[in-house]
Every structure is written in C-alpha cells, then in structure tokens.
C-alpha cells in the first residue's frame, strides 16, 4: 500500500501536538508495509526532501511570500501541497492508494487530488475551528469551517481521536457516524484499526 | 465535428457577469477560437440567472459556486472562489478522460485554480495578463498589494506563456516579474465592429435626444470612476472646452470617485453640462458611442484601452492619453488625437480641435475604423492565438511531461 499524508506541522517544524503525532503514525505505517510519504510544508531550515526512519518526506515552501492572514497563507500553500503530491502520483505510475489529510489546511489539496485523479482521500481530525475560536462566527472563521465542511463532505472516511470528537463532528456537521471512525491515538490496536481503516478507502471502495 | 485541439479558459467574468474588460475579452475569444476549430471550455463564476452549463456559439460555459459565504477580504474570497473552481474544473476534466491540452488563466484572480490544474493534469498552462497589481496601484505599499503581486508573479512563472495584449503591457510584465523575453507574447484585444454597424439611425437620434440639446456636441466618457482611468482630468478640463464649444460631458461608469466629481462639478456650476449615467446597458452604451462627437480616454495607467477601440469602431473620434496601450492603438493625427497624460490644457487642446473642425473629425474617423478592421479583428486574434498554443504543446511534447 502506498499512502500520501498531508500535514502542516511535521518535525523539525513543531507547531502543536500534530507534528509528533503524524510521525510516530508514519513511522509505524512504514514498519507495517505502507509505502508512506509525508508532504508538508518547510520554512527554510528544514530541507526539501528526506526519508527520515524510511519515511520519504516532501517539504515544499509557499512561493508567496507576503500574507495577509493564516487563511491566505494556507490557500497559496496548497497548490504546492498539490504538486508535490500530484509529482508523487506520476512518479510511481499513478499507483496510489489514498491521501490522508491531517486538520482543515491541506483539505484543498486533497479535495482538487480526489476529483482529478479519482485519490480518495481520508480527513484525520485533530481539532475543530468551532473549539479553537471557542464558537467565534466572524467571516475568518467561517471560512475555516467551510473548509472543513468539504473536507467532511469529500472524505471516504474520517479518523477522529476521542468518542467526544465523533459526536462533535456529528453535532457541528451532521458526519453521518457510519463514515466516522474513533482510533485512540497510540492505543494497543492504533496503526492496526488505521490500516484497516485505509484499506476500506484504498482503491474509491468506501468514497 | 472532432477538434485537433481543446482548450480550457478560466476567468472569473464571463457574460453576463460583466466587471471589467476580461469578461467580453473572453467572451470574444473564445467564440472565434470555436470558431476556427478549437474546442474551448469556459470555467467561470455563476451569476444569478445564468445556467450552470450551456452551449453558446459553440463555447461550452460551465458556471462554479463562487464561494458564497463570507469571506474577511477581496483577496482571501479570490482565493476561496479558486478552491471551488478549480475542483469543479478537475472534476470536468476527469469526466472528459483529460481530453483538455491547455489551461488559459485570465488574471490573478485564478491564478490558483490554474496553477492547480497544470499540476494534476500535467498539461501547460498559459497567463493572460490583462493588468498588474504594480501598476493599478503605482507601486507597491501595503501587504495586501504586494500579495496580489506576488501571486501575478507565480502565476507567470507556473505559465509556459504570458500572453499580453499591447506591446507596452509586454514590456510593463517583463519589468514587472523580471520575466525572459521569449515566454512572452503579444495578441491584441479585439473589437466587434458589427455591433456598431447594425444600429439604427432613428434610434440615433432618439437617444441622442435623451442626452444632449441638439445643439450641444456629446464629449464622452466610459469607464469607472478611479483615479488611474483619469476622470478627474476630463473633469478639470471642461470648463475651459465649454469656453469655446457648446459641449455636454456625458459620463458613464461608476467607481468610488463618483460623489467626489459630482461635487467638482456642483462647485464649477456646470451640474448642467456634465452628466453622469452610472452603469448603462450594452445598447444604450453603443448608441451613445455612436453619437458622440468626441470620445474622450484620459486614463493615467491604462494596459490596454478596450474602449478607444469600441470608439473607433463606433466611428466616433478618439482624444486619448499618449500613454500605455492607448499609445499603441492611436495613431496621433490620423487614427486619432493624441494629449500629454494628466494634463488638463491638453486635453482641451485635443476635444476643442476635434469638435470645431469636422472635416478633420471624419478623417480621424474614416482612418481610425480602418485601422481597426486590419489590426483588431476578433478572428485574426484568435488564429493568432491558436498558433501560441500549437506552439507551446510542441515545445511541452519534448518534455518529461509527454
């Protein structure tokens, strides 16, 4: 299996709880078989291309350089998330089975990647807009939770890390709960439920 | 009826969504490329009213949900607006088994959408750059701008060409984003000179009627009402136009130094001289493009000036600044008249000798319509441009990309 995982954050480049979660996860992924590739976004002190314990790694950095906000930011950004994995795509013969995005940003990305190239894609859910803005409605975070909302709406499958997280996707988004699956982050079953979650993905079976 | 060659345009106006000049740009070019053999694909916001997909003149227009929510700035709903077209367009694409060999993005305004799709799909991408940012605003000075630059300059450097349509919007990009001189190229805007031809002389008179007296000539303005379109100088120059010519200015467009004229006006005492329509619709605006005895384009900055060119083939006679592409388009004392940008005196010089001299109007006239039919013609535009895009698909078929 071969699998792309889009994340924001990943080590050296620390921002939050994501980045060490989404390398314990792709590590464990190579130890199972999966062919993993992180792409992620790099600020110039990290290089451009990896494979740190087996996991090939792909930074790309935003060709704009000016921003106004985090929402400008991460737009821009995606495109490059996009042709890098787009490059991932054509260079192994268009033999990939999935995307796993990791939070709202990189949810663009993988949308464009899924309606173009027939990737599905799973949406890994760390937080929510609604919880970090503690409910704030302004257009910034409205725009935010529409990401989501497609992100939500296009996913074969979501990955939430609590029964709290489910019902609060259920809740905020009306997720039917069929297509959202709890996996306790580093429980005894963790890598062994996203890998059985990946396969019911892999090949547009659950999208 | 099998195409040799498919191309899909994106922009963010397309009839009957109309904000600027790249909507009837569009409009036009892709109806002569369809014409002339090319399977042409727009991908363009909605518009209330406007069905999401239709055939006209043999263009297939396909209208995306423009992001409706709202969105904290112009520039972050550009963006927005860009993830919906470009999923929407991916999802075309693969429902035509990638039968599209090019992508045409007009503008920054989905400069993401267009880069995107080159990425996914591997075919080129080519830019039209209509307009920069840098010169809009005079330089750089915020934030803002410079994003907007910085996006105009990746998006000329993700296109395998950069189209422009004045030899000085070539130059202008070139400095602009330190391009190389052989990724650009020069297709000029075109002009449909029929539009023109096929009205009535009794609806002439009629709306000429609802304008002006019959004996005041028509001074004409169109365009909106900011700075870098140079109104304010027109404005500033009528007192002393009035002072030798029984003249109305009649002045259409909106923009937000329309209170701010008015006002000029109220204050010079000419309220009943100078007339200000708004936005008018396509047939009242070609008749009164007909019926004016002198149009009038004082733009500062101006990459193109589609509405010389309307003028021209309306027969009405140009005064235009001698600046950017309006330089271009004028020839000075034979297509037209002319003046120094920003320049109020002359700018009289130039609307005083063609209203008191008819015989030297009709030859600007007679000069300026035959010009347009050699030069803007929409359908040797658009074979023009068929040929960039051969071009480039023989240079991309020796690539790795192939």
Known sequence: MRAIILSWEYPPRIVGQLADYVRALAGQLVKNKVEAYVVTYHDFSTGEYDEPDGVKTCRVTNPVHTHIGVLTWVLTLNQEIERSAANIYYKTGKQVDLIDAHDWHFIPAAVTLKKALNLPFIYSVESLEEHRSHGANSPFNMAIKSIEWLGMYEAGKLIVKSDWMRDEVYRLYKVPLEKVKVILPKSANWVKNVLETYQTVAGGKAS | ?402
């Open chain 2, 1 to 402: 009826m099998s195409h040799e060659l498919s191309v899909m345009m994106l922009t963010w106006e397309f009839p009957p969504r109309i904000i600027g000049g790249i909507s009837p740009h569009v409009y036009y070019l892709s109806k002569s490329l369809a014409r002339n053999g090319v399977k042409v694909y727009v991908v363009t916001c909605d518009f209330p009213g406007a069905p999401q997909h239709e055939v006209v003149d043999g263009v297939e227009i396909f209208r995306i949900d423009s992001y409706k929510n709202p969105s904290p700035d112009f520039a972050t709903w550009v963006y927005l607006m860009n993830v919906n077209m470009q999923k929407e367009a991916a999802a075309l694409v693969n429902s035509l088994d990638g039968k599209v060999d090019v992508f045409h993005a007009h503008d920054w305004l989905v400069a993401t959408a267009g880069i995107g799709l080159k990425h996914v799909f591997r075919k080129p991408l080519l830019a039209t750059m209509h307009s920069t940012e840098i010169g809009r605003r005079n330089g750089i000075h915020f934030d803002y701008e410079r994003m907007i630059h910085e996006t105009e300059a990746w998006l000329t450097y993700e296109a395998w060409r950069v189209i422009c349509c004045s030899d000085y919007m070539v130059s202008h990009v070139r400095w602009a984003f330190g391009l190389p001189a052989d990724k650009l190229v020069m297709a000029p805007n075109g002009v449909n000179a029929d539009v023109y031809a096929k009205i009535d002389n009794d609806d002439l008179s009629r709306i000429r009627s609802k304008f002006a007296l019959p004996e005041e000539k028509i001074i004409l303005f169109v365009g909106r009402l900011v700075h870098e379109k140079g109104v304010h100088v027109l404005v500033n120059a009528v007192p002393k136009v009035l002072g030798r010519v029984n003249a109305k200015l009649i002045i259409v467009g909106n923009g937000y130094m329309r209170d701010q004229l008015s006002n000029i006006v109220k204050s010079m005492g000419f309220a009943h001289k100078v007339m200000f329509t708004g936005f008018v619709d396509d047939e009242t605006l070609r008749k009164l493009q007909k019926c004016a005895d002198v149009s009038v384009v004082p733009s500062l900055f101006e990459p193109f000036g589609i509405v010389a060119l309307e003028a021209m083939a309306a027969k009405s006679p140009v005064v235009v600044s001698d600046t950017g592409g309006l330089s271009e388009i004028v020839e000075h004392d034979v297509s037209g008249v002319k003046v120094y940008a920003d320049n109020p005196e002359s700018l009289v010089w130039g609307i005083t000798k063609v209203l008191t001299d008819d015989n030297y109007a009709n030859w600007l006239r007679n000069n300026a319509y035959k010009r347009i039919q050699e030069k803007y013609d929409w359908n040797k535009i658009a074979q023009q441009t068929k040929t960039i895009y051969n071009n480039v698909l023989t240079e991309c078929s020796k690539s790795f990309w192939a």
